[in-house]
């Protein structure tokens, strides 16, 4: 999971305290809600309300951002058996967008293999969430409604479980993770390399919240905590982003057929963060800038 990306989705208007404060949760309007339901232990799966509308989801949901070819070629045939795999492990809900290349399409081809080869009760779990990123034109009902078909049709489903909204990661592309603690990114060839779109992307978001000599602080915090409970530093940050009130769910980015991180993915639910841990992770968190403020809302970056 060190190499992932991870956004949150929210189930309530309020913003929790974040790491950094800027990678807060989408917030949902019409009164939404989360009921979360397990046995023991942290919820496994959620279910976010809106008026008389309601949807179980994975509180640990599979971003495919990874899937748009960023981050190397993707066979469509071993993405879909990676797809299974983390279906078959519990991890049943699927974060995709209109634009991640071939996401949208893959989805259609897994939805089918489990269709075909699982039983009704998996495929009732199942939760494909997309997003849809239009160009700057005049909205029209009609142009709304083509493009909602448009993904329905690659997707192949009846109709979208959910049409997202971006937001930012709780793992930031892998920048909250062992490998860039005691690191120094601002000498050439002295760290390791940003090479993908969202170690860039967040990058330039640790520049602005507080620079990286904050953001060390932050990862030391986070090892500490890691190392108290015997799981990764990406473990740590999302149980912390999970822990909020107003977060129904954070998505884990995954390197479909590439590389795959269900162990340390579904050790997120186990981990059970004390007030000591909270408290230490949000004190470093609110050292940092309010990008609320200097960026904007969500997407904002993308239309400046």
Not at 59 to 66: D, S
Not at 85 to 94: M, N
Not at 166 to 175: A, E
């Amino acid at each position: 999971m060190s190499s992932t990306a991870a956004r949150a989705v929210s189930p309530a208007a309020a913003a929790p305290p974040p790491v950094p404060r800027r990678l807060r949760p989408a917030r949902c309007t019409g009164g939404v809600a989360a009921t979360e339901t397990a046995t023991a232990g942290p919820a496994r799966v959620t279910t976010v309300s809106n008026r008389d509308d309601s949807l179980a989801i994975c509180r640990v949901l599979n971003g495919m951002w990874q899937t748009s070819g960023g981050w190397g070629r993707i066979d469509r045939d071993a993405a879909v058996d990676a797809m299974l795999a983390y279906a078959d492990a519990g991890l049943s809900t699927f974060d995709m967008a209109d634009h991640y290349g071939p996401a949208e399409d893959l989805y259609g081809m897994f939805i089918n293999r489990v269709r075909r080869e699982r039983p009704p009760e998996l495929l009732e779990e199942i939760k494909g969430l997309t997003k849809w990123v239009p160009p700057p034109v005049k909205m029209t009902r009609s142009y709304v409604e083509e493009n909602i078909n448009r993904s329905r049709k690659r997707m192949d489903v009846a109709a979208l479980d959910m049409l997202q909204f971006h937001w930012y990661g709780t793992v930031m592309g892998g920048l909250l993770s062992e490998k860039f603690l005691d690191t120094n990114v601002s000498i050439p060839f002295a760290g390791p390399p940003l090479n993908t779109p969202s170690l860039q992307k967040y990058k330039r978001m640790v520049d602005a919240w507080g620079g990286w000599s904050l953001f060390q602080t932050l990862l030391q915090t986070l090892k500490k905590v890691s190392l108290k409970h015997g799981v990764p530093i990406a473990t740590v940050a999302v149980r912390y982003i999970l822990n909020q009130t107003s977060v129904a769910g954070s998505m884990v980015g995954v390197r479909l057929g590439l590389s795959e991180h269900i162990k340390d993915t579904n050790a997120i639910f186990s981990l059970e963060l004390d007030e000591e841990d909270m408290n230490s992770i949000t004190e470093v968190s609110k050292k940092g800038r309010n990008l609320m403020d200097i960026i904007g809302d969500c997407g904002d970056e993308y239309r400046a």
